[in-house]
């Protein structure tokens, strides 16, 4: 990877993989997600999905009716392994599905070249991620890991890698 490069984990988080959101295509990412963040050159962030007690009054709620993410539950937790990873690392916690402070904290730091996604679900929060990093770092490399990443159904997540790959973000 070149040097400012960054890698963004989304949402790997209990509730996504195996808890009230989880599937099994989730669980078989698990391995290679992180595999990819031990191997990574440059600097690992790792995104939280964060609602509060209140999820269900929420826009988003009323519309996904199903209570996921309560910060500090164990649903709310990244998944074990990445949740040691993540020690030391910056993590950012997002109460939507994209969250312009990831592409703030990365402008923070330097303009980037490179910006890998890896993560969950694929055609809600890593393609909402991917688009505000475009627009954000129109001349970085944007790069989504589709063989790290899953969406809420398998078709689904190949829709969300068609979108992104027609928006120029580069599909691996």
Same mark, same amino acid.
């Given at each position: 990877?070149?040097?400012?490069?960054?890698?963004?984990?989304?949402?790997?988080?209990?509730?996504?993989?195996?808890?009230?959101? $989880?599937? !099994?295509?989730? &669980?078989?990412?698990?391995?290679?997600?992180?595999?990819?963040?031990?191997?990574?050159?440059?600097?690992?962030?790792?995104?939280?999905?964060?609602?509060?007690?209140?999820?269900?009054?929420?826009?988003?709620?009323?519309?996904?009716? &199903?209570?996921?993410?309560?910060?500090?539950?164990?649903?709310?937790?990244?998944?074990?392994?990445?949740?040691?990873?993540?020690? $030391?690392?910056?993590?950012?916690?997002?109460?939507?599905?994209?969250?312009?402070?990831?592409?703030?904290?990365? !402008?923070?730091?330097?303009?980037?070249?490179?910006?890998?996604?890896?993560?969950?679900?694929?055609?809600?929060?890593?393609?909402?991620?991917?688009?505000?990093?475009?627009?954000?770092?129109?001349?970085?490399?944007?790069?989504?890991?589709?063989?790290?990443?899953?969406?809420?159904?398998?078709?689904?997540?190949?829709?969300?890698?068609?979108?992104? !790959?027609?928006?120029?973000?580069?599909?691996?």
């Amino acid at each position: 990877m070149k040097r400012n490069s960054f890698l963004v984990v989304v949402d790997m988080q209990n509730d996504f993989i195996d808890g009230a959101l $989880g599937s !099994k295509e989730a &669980v078989a990412i698990v391995d290679r997600v992180i595999r990819t963040v031990k191997e990574f050159e440059g600097e690992v962030i790792f995104t939280r999905d964060t609602h509060g007690e209140n999820y269900l009054q929420t826009r988003e709620g009323r519309l996904l009716p &199903v209570e996921h993410c309560i910060e500090n539950s164990d649903g709310w937790q990244l998944q074990p392994a990445l949740k040691e990873l993540a020690e $030391g690392r910056t993590v950012i916690d997002k109460p939507s599905f994209g969250s312009m402070a990831l592409a703030q904290y990365i !402008k923070s730091r330097c303009v980037p070249d490179t910006i890998v996604l890896i993560g969950l679900c694929t055609d809600i929060c890593v393609i909402n991620n991917a688009m505000i990093l475009k627009a954000a770092f129109p001349e970085a490399e944007i790069f989504v890991d589709s063989k790290a990443c899953a969406g809420t159904t398998p078709e689904n997540h190949e829709n969300a890698l068609k979108a992104m !790959k027609q928006c120029q973000i580069l599909i691996l």
